[in-house]
C-alpha cells in the first residue's frame, strides 16, 4: 500500500526532553512537510523539504529540528527550546503533478 | 504576509440543506486546495483547483476558484449527516516550479442535523 505513516501515534513528554516524531512515505514524492495543529484551529508550516539533504523553515520553525537524509523520511524532533509542544502534528508529501499535499494519520504529543 | 479567512467558522444545517463556506485570501495565487477533516483524524484532499475559473464536483460538493477576487466557494448541496466535518481551504504562495507551500484556513465545521 501506498501511503504516508507517522509514529507513533501519541506521545508524552516531560518538560526538558526532546522528542522525535517518525514520518515516511513510500509515494515516491520529493517533497515532505511538517504540520502543528492546536484544538480548533489550522494548519501552520513547522518545516519543509523539497528534495533529499535540503529543507526550509516554515511559519513557526523555532523550537524543532529536521533532517531530510533519506527521500523516504523525514523526522521531526521537537527540542526542549519550544514552549508550548502540546498539539497534533501532522506529515505530509507533496505530489510534484498537482502540487496536492497528502497527509499522514498525525502524532498527538502532550507535554506533562 | 498571506492570510487566509473562511467564513463560517461554524455552520450547523438540515439535511436537504444547500449552503456555501467562503474562502478569502489576501495575496495572488491561483492554486488553492481543499481538504476534509473528521474529528481526531487526519486530512483527506478534496479538491484541487488550479486556475482562474476553475469548478470541480465530487458528489454533493462543488468548489470554485476566482483568483482576480481572490476568493474560492465551497457548495455543499443537499446536505446529508456524512459530510458533517471541518473543512480547510489552503492557499500556495510558493513560486512556479519549487514545492508548494501551504497557508490553511482556520476551518470550518460543519454540522449537519436531522
Known amino acids: 500500500d501506498g501511503g504516508i505513516t507517522q509514529s507513533p501515534k501519541y506521545l508524552f513528554r516531560k518538560e526538558g526532553q526532546n522528542v522525535t516524531l517518525s514520518c515516511e512515505q513510500n509515494l515516491n514524492h520529493d517533497a515532505m512537510y511538517w504540520y502543528r495543529q492546536d484544538p480548533g484551529q489550522g494548519l501552520r508550516l513547522i518545516y519543509y523539504s523539497q528534495i533529499v539533504n535540503d529543507f526550509q523553515k516554515g511559519d513557526i520553525a523555532e523550537g524543532y529540528s529536521v533532517s531530510r537524509e533519506k527521500k523516504e523520511s523525514f523526522p521531526l524532533t521537537v527540542t526542549s527550546a519550544q514552549k508550548n509542544p502540546t498539539a497534533f502534528y501532522l506529515c505530509?508529501?507533496?505530489?510534484?503533478?498537482?502540487?496536492?499535499?497528502?497527509f499522514g494519520p498525525g502524532t498527538r504529543l502532550t507535554v506533562l | 504576509e498571506l492570510k487566509v479567512e473562511q467564513n463560517p467558522l461554524f455552520l450547523s444545517m438540515q439535511e436537504g440543506k444547500n449552503y456555501t463556506i467562503y474562502c478569502n485570501y489576501s495575496t495572488t495565487s491561483d492554486r488553492l486546495y481543499w481538504y476534509r477533516q473528521d474529528p481526531g483524524k487526519s486530512l483527506e484532499s478534496l479538491f484541487v483547483?488550479?486556475?482562474?475559473?476553475a469548478v470541480k464536483q465530487e458528489g454533493r460538493l462543488m468548489a470554485s476558484l476566482d483568483t482576480k477576487a481572490r476568493l474560492s466557494t465551497l457548495h455543499i448541496t443537499a446536505a446529508v449527516h456524512d459530510l458533517s466535518a471541518t473543512y480547510f481551504c489552503?492557499?500556495?504562495?510558493?513560486?512556479?516550479?519549487?514545492?508548494?507551500?501551504?497557508?490553511f484556513g482556520t476551518g470550518t465545521r460543519l454540522q449537519v442535523t436531522l
Open positions: 505530509a508529501s507533496g505530489d510534484r503533478g498537482t502540487d496536492t499535499q497528502y
Open positions: 483547483l488550479l486556475s482562474n475559473g
Open positions: 489552503a492557499v500556495d504562495s510558493s513560486d512556479t516550479g519549487t514545492a508548494s507551500k501551504l497557508t
